[in-house]
């Protein structure tokens, strides 16, 4: 028995034919690869290939083409500053321990440095223990923003690297992390009231600590986003400021594509909305704090480490 299919039918059975056919032929459906996030830790160092200064402190300016300098304070007094100014620039004040070096960025680009080390001598009065003046033609002006240093401090080693590599996983592009990485620290970390009051000059966030309590001041939350951020190789400033009339910590990134996004996290189809995951956390992203967060006018960026 010949069946008879009616040739409309015949055709499209021709087309379905041909389609499969071509389908076959094509090549699998290209997926866009996942980004490598094994942790990327840029760990300073004190080589000794390049130092000045005095007995009382050593200035290790062997990486400053990275983008940092490494100071160790090796005098008695219980109480010292050291203090980085860029001619015609800010000046950053920092405390000195004794005895170990420590890492401080140079924020403010190319150009020439005075280094001074500040011993107290009573009450609030300070003298000067060494003083340097240091030319600086930094590679990369990104550099500074991925090494550790006093204010993000990190090593390999830390938990809140790996932790960050975790929440990475499977991203496609930069601002996929950055997104994945806000939303942890905002859902995750928890404002600590009574530290925020309590809190003493001169305190310096420990990430892996915060990571673990789970709570908080502005610093802490910015320290923390920046040392995941930046070992998964997103150039990250850490931002001392302004938001109204309150002192406040907040982060800045570089996105390759993008370049520098400062203080802020994403376009939402109009304008870009801040980056600033202490409010976001506090607040609970409400319509509110969000309005605040996006507006460039409530914050005044004074320092960024």
Not at 65 to 94: A, C, E, H, P
Not at 112 to 133: H, I, K, P, R
Not at 157 to 183: E, F, H, P, W
Request: net charge positive; hydrophobic share 35%.
């Amino acid at each position: 028995m010949t069946l008879h299919l009616p040739s409309v039918l015949r055709r499209c059975l021709c087309i379905i034919t041909l389609l499969i056919f071509l389908f076959a032929a094509l090549p699998p459906f290209s997926t866009v690869a996942a980004l490598d996030t094994t942790p990327k830790v840029y760990t300073p160092s004190a080589s000794g290939k390049k130092v000045v200064g005095n007995s009382k402190a050593k200035i290790d300016i062997s990486n400053v083409d990275q983008g940092y300098l490494m100071v160790r304070y090796n005098g008695n007094s219980k109480k010292v500053k050291l203090q980085i100014t860029k001619k015609g620039s800010t000046t950053y004040t920092y405390n000195l321990s004794s005895g170990s070096h420590e890492a401080f960025p140079l924020s403010e680009g190319s150009g020439t440095y005075t280094v001074n080390v500040y011993e107290n001598v009573s009450g609030n009065q300070y003298s000067l223990a060494c003083g340097e003046s240091v030319k600086v033609e930094i590679k990369n002006s990104l550099t500074p923003f991925l090494y550790s240093n006093q204010y993000v401090k990190f090593n390999a080693n830390s938990k809140t690297v790996a932790m960050g590599a975790q929440i990475a996983a499977g991203a496609q592009n930069q601002l996929q992390v950055v997104d994945r990485i806000y939303d942890y620290v905002v859902s995750n970390i928890s404002y600590d009231y009574q530290k925020a009051k309590t809190v003493t000059s001169g305190y310096l966030p420990n990430v892996d600590t915060i990571l673990q309590s789970k709570k908080g001041i502005c610093f802490d939350y910015a320290a923390v986003m920046a040392t995941m951020l930046r070992t998964q190789g997103i150039p990250t400033k850490l931002v001392v400021g302004y938001a109204g009339s309150a002192y406040h910590a907040w982060v800045s990134v570089y996105i390759n594509e993008i370049g520098w996004i400062d203080n802020i996290f994403y376009f939402d189809g109009k304008s870009w909305v801040r980056m600033d995951p202490t409010f976001a956390s506090s607040g609970n992203s409400s319509a509110s704090i969000m309005k605040y967060i996006g507006d460039g006018k409530n914050y005044k960026a004074m320092y960024a480490y």
